[in-house]
C-alpha cells in the first residue's frame, strides 16, 4: 500500500530505515534554473544524519562536473562527482566497459545530443564527432541537404549515440541516419524519457528524438543507458557498495524513477513536482512512499 509521508514521526522512520539516498534531478531537486522548496535543507538534513545521497538523472545535456557546478549554485555542497550518475555518463561506462569500443583505431563516435554527452565520453578517451563540429569544417552554405553527401564521413564513425538536443533539425537527423543505415555500427540511446519538465510546462525528452531516429533508420538502440534499465543500477549499486534494502528511490516518473527502484528492488518515494499526480500515485503499486515535494522530509521533521 502506497503512503503519503504527512508527521514527523514517518520521516523519523524515514531516516531510521534507510542509509542511502537516491535522488532524480530534473522535477525532484529543481525545474530549469530553479531550485524547488526546502531542498537545500532537505539535503543538509540527511547529511546531518550521514546518509548516503546519489543523484541519478537520465538528463544527457549537463556532464557530471555540470551537475556539481549547477548544486554548488543553489548552495548545496560537499558532493563530489562520483555521487553523479546520469544518462550521459552511463552511456560512456557502456561503450567503455560493455561494447569495448576502440579508443586507439582514430574512428570517433557521432552524437546527436549536447555537450554532456561528448564531455563524459571525452573522459573515458574517446574522440566524438558532431553537428557543431561540421559547422567548423564547412562554409554556412554548405550545410544544406543538398550537400548532405559531403557531410557524411562513414569510414570515420564506429557508433552512433543519441540524447536530448535542443538544436534537433533535419540535417541532423538525415546525418544520424544515414551511419544507422549500416548495421555494423552500434545504436545507443541515452534514454528515452517522451518528455521532462520544465518551469511551468513540457518539453519532449530525449525519447521523442531517439523515436525519430529508430523510424527513419529501421533499427533498435542496442541499448538504453537511462532509467529504468538495470544497467545503470547495477553500476550504481556495486560501484558504492549498497544494500537494496537500506535504500530509497525518489523521483518524479513513475515509467522511469519509481519502475527503475521497483524492478531492482528497492522502495521508491514520488514527489509531485514533476509531471505525476496524487491520483496516479495512490493507483500504483510500485510506488512505496508519496509526497508533495522532497522538501517536505526537511518541512516536516521540525
Not at 531537486?29 to 537520465?58: A, C, R, Y
Not at 543505415?181 to 517522451?194: C, G, K, Q, R, Y
Not at 521497483?262 to 512505496?288: P, W
Request: glycine share 6%; aromatic share 8%; net charge negative.
Amino acid at each position: 500500500m502506497t503512503v503519503k509521508l504527512t508527521t514527523k514521526e514517518q520521516i523519523n522512520s524515514l531516516l531510521d530505515k534507510y542509509d542511502t539516498f537516491l535522488f532524480d534531478c530534473d522535477g525532484v531537486v529543481w525545474i530549469g534554473n530553479e531550485l524547488l522548496p526546502s531542498v537545500k535543507e532537505t539535503m543538509e538534513l540527511l547529511q546531518q544524519h550521514d546518509k548516503k545521497l546519489i543523484f541519478v538523472s537520465n538528463n544527457s545535456t549537463k556532464s557530471r562536473n555540470d551537475y556539481i557546478h549547477k548544486l554548488n549554485n543553489f548552495g548545496i555542497f560537499n558532493i563530489n562527482v562520483d555521487q553523479i550518475v546520469n544518462s550521459a555518463y552511463s552511456t560512456a561506462t557502456y561503450i567503455e566497459k560493455v561494447l569495448k569500443l576502440s579508443k586507439t583505431d582514430g574512428k570517433k563516435i557521432w552524437v546527436l545530443g549536447q555537450s554532456g554527452i561528448t564531455d563524459e565520453l571525452n573522459n573515458k578517451g574517446y574522440q566524438t564527432m558532431t553537428f557543431d563540429d561540421l559547422t567548423k569544417k564547412f562554409p554556412h552554405d554548405e550545410l544544406t541537404m543538398d550537400n548532405i553527401d559531403n557531410l557524411i564521413f562513414k569510414d570515420e564513425i564506429n557508433c552512433v549515440v543519441v540524447g536530448l538536443d535542443f538544436n534537433t533539425n533535419y540535417l541532423k537527423v538525415g546525418i544520424t541516419m544515414q551511419y544507422l543505415l549500416d548495421n555494423n555500427i552500434p545504436f545507443i540511446a541515452t534514454n528515452i524519457d517522451s518528455t521532462f519538465p520544465f518551469k511551468n510546462t513540457k518539453l519532449p525528452g530525449a525519447g521523442s528524438i531517439v523515436e525519430i531516429v529508430k523510424f527513419a533508420s529501421n533499427r533498435e538502440p542496442i541499448a538504453i543507458c537511462g532509467k529504468p534499465n538495470n544497467g545503470m543500477m547495477d553500476s550504481i549499486l556495486i560501484s558504492n557498495n549498497l544494500q537494496k534494502d537500506k535504500t530509497l528511490m525518489i523521483g518524479d516518473r513513475i515509467n522511469t524513477d519509481m519502475k527503475f527502484g521497483f524492478n531492482n528492488q528497492i522502495d521508491t518515494l514520488l514527489v509531485l513536482t514533476g509531471i505525476e499526480t496524487e491520483e496516479r500515485a495512490l493507483n500504483e503499486k510500485i510506488i512505496t512512499y508519496y509526497t508533495n515535494k522532497l522538501g517536505d522530509i526537511y518541512d516536516l521533521s521540525k
